[in-house]
């Protein structure tokens, strides 16, 4: 994969360094962190590294006006926790400017899909035929196997796995450690709890705990 020269990275938090590790570990060159927070601009993300030279109405006006930031670089890596806020974001800056970034240690098989705006951490493993979703993050260590369709804005946490053939719906967060067998298909805004073991269906805005999984809460209280 080619990616471009130079980044910024739209998130000065922890996920931010990753994501501008990643960045580096392909080649690329991080121009400068956006926030989301006026204030923070100026401020030292990286002890010697790059700091936020812009904040998001900015880069929002360089996109659209096309006007030159200090340094302005050539694409936009999503560093954001948040699912919908990371959709929200590749919707306005649109998937051109936000390629996936995957880590040279991740391993993807060719016959995998992945979507724009998504980072894949080192480690990861993403296996034939899965296809996964725009604004993804799949963590470091995660293992996202053979058929699986992973939705928009999902988050699949570090060494946390889905077996073969399952689905899991947009903005869902499958927590660390956590285990979903084949086949399964997980809803919607569903949160997978860190070390559960999801054995049957979840629908959409579950929260599921504990092995085997059971539901602690439901967001739309069906």
Same mark, same amino acid.
């Not at 919607?188 to 054995?199: W, Y």
């Given at each position: 994969?080619?990616?471009?020269?130079?980044?910024?990275?739209?998130?000065?938090?922890?996920?931010?360094?990753?994501?501008?590790?990643? &960045?580096?570990?392909?080649?690329?060159?991080?121009?400068?962190?956006?926030?989301?927070?006026?204030?923070?601009?100026?401020? &030292?993300?990286?002890?010697?590294?790059?700091?936020?030279?812009?904040?998001?109405?900015?880069?929002?006006?360089? /996109?659209?006006?096309?006007?030159?930031?200090?340094?302005?670089?050539?694409?936009?890596? /999503?560093?954001?926790?948040?699912?919908?806020?990371?959709?929200?974001?590749?919707?306005?800056?649109?998937?051109?400017? +936000?390629?996936?970034?995957?880590?040279?240690?991740?391993?993807?098989?060719?016959?995998?899909?992945?979507?724009?705006?998504?980072?894949? /951490?080192?480690?990861?493993?993403?296996?034939?035929?899965?296809?996964?979703?725009?604004?993804?993050?799949?963590?470091?260590?995660?293992?996202?196997?053979?058929? +699986?369709?992973?939705?928009?804005?999902?988050?699949?946490?570090?060494?946390?796995?889905? +077996?073969?053939?399952?689905?899991?719906?947009?903005?869902?967060?499958?927590?660390?450690?956590?285990?979903? &067998?084949?086949?399964?298909?997980?809803?919607?805004?569903?949160?997978?709890?860190?070390?559960?073991?999801?054995?049957?269906?979840?629908?959409?805005?579950?929260? &599921?705990?504990?092995?085997?999984?059971?539901? /602690?809460?439901?967001?739309?209280?069906?």
């Amino acid at each position: 994969m080619i990616y471009p020269r130079t980044f910024y990275v739209f998130g000065g938090g922890g996920h931010g360094k990753v994501v501008a590790d990643i &960045i580096r570990a392909v080649g690329g060159e991080i121009a400068g962190y956006v926030e989301r927070d006026q204030s923070k601009l100026g401020v &030292i993300v990286e002890p010697g590294g790059a700091t936020v030279v812009a904040f998001q109405d900015d880069l929002l006006e360089f /996109l659209e006006r096309r006007h030159r930031l200090p340094g302005a670089a050539e694409a936009v890596a /999503l560093a954001v926790g948040a699912g919908q806020a990371r959709l929200e974001l590749l919707e306005t800056i649109g998937d051109a400017l +936000c390629p996936a970034l995957i880590h040279p240690s991740a391993v993807i098989s060719p016959s995998a899909t992945i979507g724009p705006g998504t980072v894949v /951490l080192p480690g990861a493993i993403v296996n034939a035929s899965a296809v996964v979703g725009r604004a993804v993050i799949i963590n470091s260590g995660a293992v996202v196997e053979h058929d +699986c369709q992973i939705g928009d804005g999902v988050h699949i946490s570090p060494n946390a796995t889905v +077996c073969g053939s399952v689905s899991v719906g947009a903005l869902s967060w499958i927590g660390a450690g956590s285990t979903v &067998i084949q086949g399964i298909r997980v809803g919607h805004e569903v949160i997978v709890g860190a070390g559960a073991v999801v054995i049957r269906t979840v629908a959409d805005g579950i929260t &599921i705990v504990g092995n085997p999984g059971r539901i /602690l809460h439901n967001k739309f209280n069906y």
